[in-house]
């Protein structure tokens, strides 16, 4: 795995940025939506946002409802290094399902689906 992060990320971002950027790239998130999703704490997130504002690949705001809350979003480098590294991902990702054939794909997906539903089942307790 470590040897697949460095071919996809390099010294780019560490794999916990990459997943903050996954989360942030469809739209900007409150502090607290964005350690729900990465399904962290509230410190970690922080921390991990720190390092990618940091970079100028995320910033942050007030929510327009509360000025209160911390809102972070992509910046233009954030974008064009996210495509980036997606773009990456899929090239990877279709190296190596070029081995399976279409009926292959498809139980892989399936498969793959039942194991996130039996992850998200655990973690939450029910």
Do not use: I, W
Not at 64 to 93: F, K, N
């Amino acid at each position: 795995m470590q040897a697949m992060r460095d071919r996809l990320y390099g010294d780019l971002l560490d794999p916990a940025q990459v997943d903050a950027l996954d989360v942030v790239h469809v739209g900007a998130k409150r502090m607290s939506e964005l350690a729900e999703a990465l399904r962290v704490d509230a410190s970690t997130a922080t921390r991990t946002v720190d390092r990618l504002v940091a970079n100028g690949l995320l910033r942050r705001t007030s929510a327009p409802d509360d000025r209160r809350v911390v809102v972070v979003e992509m910046t233009p480098a954030g974008r064009r290094l996210h495509e980036r590294l997606s773009r990456r991902r899929r090239v990877m990702l279709l190296s190596v399902l070029e081995e399976f054939d279409p009926d292959e794909r498809l139980a892989l997906a399936e498969l793959l689906e039942r194991l996130v539903r039996g992850v998200d089942r655990y973690v939450t307790g029910r």
